[in-house]
């Protein structure tokens, strides 16, 4: 499958091989929005501390995924490997995996990131919807703020499903809209019979509100452990991203941004982390 269009990794790839300095520190190794302890953070500050939030995000989310050294850990839409950079600094004895369908930000995680210690790491180019990979044989499965470009929510599940491990976990980040914007975004777009896109961010399907991820997961053999709403927390990275398109001109994609902002500080589009665990007894 070719990789989707996503024109702000174009944009990104290309910034990032001019040398663009403030980019490379805010985008360079995680593509997220990252974690402000103080909601209120002004955007001078947010732009200083950005790789901390970013960095502060990535352990949010492994704090729900009760790693064991020995284990495997797969990143789905893995961008450009910070999260796999930051599980080898931080763990030793992991058997680590990064899979993207865009094999140019492969190749630069291949560069960035050096196994050490006694991890490994293998890089993958391949849709996460169909995972190049045999049943139960990942004990965590990660997919940090990527999922609304998979073509298939259930076929993500699905696949899951399929390679964890009974007991395993899957936990995730993404934007989750409140139940009358899903409903409204479900009617639109069986109407217009495609995933909402635009000239910024690509293809994003944002249909699935909390209620519907919890009920397809356990269709799909997927237990809920938790459910975070850090939406006030991810704010304060808005005005750094409308920043950052500003200075490379892109007046459009300021406005795709600012479109998103307002929904999510309206309180329509939350960002949540989610986790969810195999049980043990369904090892089919
Ligand atoms: C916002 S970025 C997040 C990157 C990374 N998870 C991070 O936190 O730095 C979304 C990622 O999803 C990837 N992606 C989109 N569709 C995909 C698919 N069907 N399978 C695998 N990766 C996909 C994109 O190439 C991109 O790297």
Known sequence: MPAPALPYFDQVLRRLAAGDAQLERCFGNHVHWGYWQDPHTCARRARQEFPQAAEALTH???????LQAGQSVLDVGCGFGGTIASLNQN?????LTGLNLDGRQIERARQLVQPRAANTIDWI?????ALPLAPASVDLVLAVECIFHFPSRQAFLQEVQRVLRPGGRLVLS??????????LLRVLQSLRGAPFSNGTYGPIDCRWDQRRYTSQARLHGLELRKDADITSHTLPTYAVVREL???????SAVRDTARIEQLSRWGWLRYRILSFSKPIAAGR
């Open 60 to 66: 949010l989310l492994l704090d729900q995924a009760h």
């Open 91 to 95: 763990w030793d004895g992991l058997a």
């Open 125 to 129: 180019v391949a849709d996460a919807c």
């Open 245 to 251: 398109f500003d200075a490379m001109g892109a007046a």
């Open 174 to 183: 993404d934007f989750v809209p409140c139940r009358p914007l899903a409903i």
